[in-house]
């Protein structure tokens, strides 16, 4: 068995990166969608099926547990999928298999508290309002996740999304860094100006957005804190295998990368942050 790791393309990278160093002798498949990336301008209703049908190839791959490596699949397609799809799949091929997003341990991670907290609002004036930034897809964005659940565990943090809808697509066709960059500072600006200030905390709530963070942190001001969904989604998940030894992540050390787009290497964007040539096969 092993674990398979789903993104629209390449920025789930980011996080199957954090895994492997976390948990290195465990079997990995990843499965980037290229044929159909980006998602985050996509409707719901297909984000909801193409996040299946990468389910279902990373099952049908001996996949026992699939951590959806993308904000919008989590923020859109999983507790769809979990609720109406994966009781039956799982009946179907008769083993344990689940599915896992990245959003709850990002919020845990941002508020500082375990997801199932009970919420105590405590009456009287907020001394200091924390100002927390999400630079995401239109789809998440819209989904307004962050919003609901960040404003449902803490009074005192104020989350405004801006949704960013040609970056993940550029970073998939490894553009320039001039234009990433102008596209990243266009964002951050957008964001100033709607909130008349910058954000205290930033979350790059879009994993393709990681391989450009050291574009955010130029454009932000210096030492602006970014929430690392990578870290906060392999501690999670670390801590999820030890609790659940039904989903059997392999032993081997094997990694698998596939892709529904063109196989063979990617552009040197994505090798420049992976530190390596980095070839795909076909899924
Ligand atoms: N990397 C994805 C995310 O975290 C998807 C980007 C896209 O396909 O638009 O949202």
Redesign the pocket.
């Known amino acids: 068995m092993s674990i398979g790791v789903f ?3 390449v ?2 990278l980011t996080v199957h990166h954090a895994l492997v160093d976390r948990l290195p002798s465990a079997d990995f498949i990843y499965l980037a969608d290229q044929a159909n ?5 996509r409707p719901g209703p297909e984000i909801v099926d193409l996040t299946r049908k990468g389910c279902e190839r990373l099952f049908d791959a001996g996949a026992s547990l699939v951590i959806l490596a ?3 699949a989590s923020a859109i397609a999983l507790r769809r999928l979990q609720q109406t799809w994966l009781p039956g799949h799982r009946r179907a091929l008769g083993r344990p298999v689940n599915v896992l997003g990245i959003i709850v341990p990002t919020i845990e991670a941002a508020t500082g508290l375990p997801w199932q907290h009970e919420v105590e609002r405590k009456p009287g004036k907020i001394e200091q309002l924390d100002v927390l930034g999400i630079f ?2 239109p789809a ?1 964005a819209n989904s307004r996740v962050y919003e609901i659940e960040i404003d449902k565990r803490r009074d005192d943090v104020a989350v405004f999304s801006e949704p960013c809808p040609t970056l ?1 697509g550029l970073i998939e066709r490894g553009a320039g860094a001039v234009e990433l960059a102008t596209v990243v500072e266009k964002h951050v600006d957008a964001l100033r100006a709607r909130l008349g200030r910058h954000p205290d905390r930033a979350i790059l709530g ?3 957005y990681e391989i450009v963070a050291d574009m955010f942190r130029a454009a932000l001001p210096p030492g602006t804190p970014l929430i690392h969904q990578p870290r906060a989604t392999a501690d999670a998940i670390e801590a999820y295998l030890a609790k659940h030894p039904e989903y059997e992540p392999g032993r081997d050390g094997t990694r698998r990368f596939l892709t529904t787009g063109t196989p063979g290497p990617q552009h040197g964007l994505v090798e420049a942050f992976w530190g390596a040539p980095l070839g795909f096969d076909a899924a």
């Open positions: 993104d629209s393309g920025g789930g990336t980006p998602y985050g301008g993308c904000n919008t995401c897809t998440t993940a879009c994993t393709h």
